[in-house]
């Protein structure tokens, strides 16, 4: 179990990391950021990325909420990736949460779960059974997820949006706030409002 860990990216989405790790007794070693805009975070120091050498053997969660860089920095730094999951998430011991993924506060993932790497389930956000979230996936506070529903790599699901179950959300698509999904959503795609509806696609990395 990691009692020291490294955050990298000195954001608010590393604040609610720090929380969660002081609900779990873990310190926080060090908050590592490639360009610092600030010296502390709750207290603790931000350092630059240029003066911190990160070892495969060092705790590390990536503080960022950005999809794409955490998948970008995951692959080009080699550590241990642990997970942090808040004390106050429901966590079915039937579900499967893969290494770098954060549970924020009131989060609740159902049995048959499987959640990938470096995803964020954020506050309140509902997962019920039998879904697969692949890793990048960010699943924003208060929405909800019916059975069986796929999300691909890199997705975004937005602010109170809701998905019907059996839905399949590509990679790298965005579910804007508030929208609920009652046909599958292809890759690359943005979709908003209520049917949710394709208002334009991102470009292909």
């Not at 911190?52 to 990536?62: T, V």
């Not at 059975?147 to 937005?158: F, H, L």
């Not at 019907?164 to 292809?186: E, F």
Request: proline residues 3%.
């Amino acid at each position: 179990m990691a009692i020291d860990t490294i955050l990298y990216g000195a954001s608010g989405h590393c604040k609610v990391i720090i929380d969660i790790l002081e609900c779990a007794q873990i310190a926080v070693r060090t908050i590592v950021d490639d360009h610092p805009k600030t010296a502390t975070i709750l207290g603790r120091q931000v350092v630059h990325s240029s003066q911190i050498n990160i070892q495969q053997s060092d705790d590390l969660i990536l503080s960022i909420g950005n999809n794409k860089v955490r998948k970008m920095l995951s692959a080009q730094l080699k550590a241990n990736y642990i997970k942090a999951i808040h004390p106050n998430a429901i966590i079915s011991k039937h579900s499967s949460i893969d290494v770098g993924t954060v549970v924020m506060a009131g989060a609740i993932v159902n049995p048959d779960v499987t959640i990938g790497k470096h995803c964020i389930i954020n506050t309140a956000a509902v997962i019920e059974h039998d879904c697969i979230i692949e890793d990048f996936v960010h699943i924003s506070p208060n929405s909800s997820l019916a059975g069986g529903v796929q999300v691909g790599e890199g997705a975004q699901v937005g602010i109170g949006a809701k998905v019907i179950q059996g839905i399949k959300i590509g990679k790298w698509s965005v579910i804007g706030a508030g929208t609920v999904i009652i046909s599958d959503v292809p890759d690359y795609s943005v979709v908003v409002g209520n049917p949710g509806r394709i208002i334009k696609k991102i470009h292909n990395e």
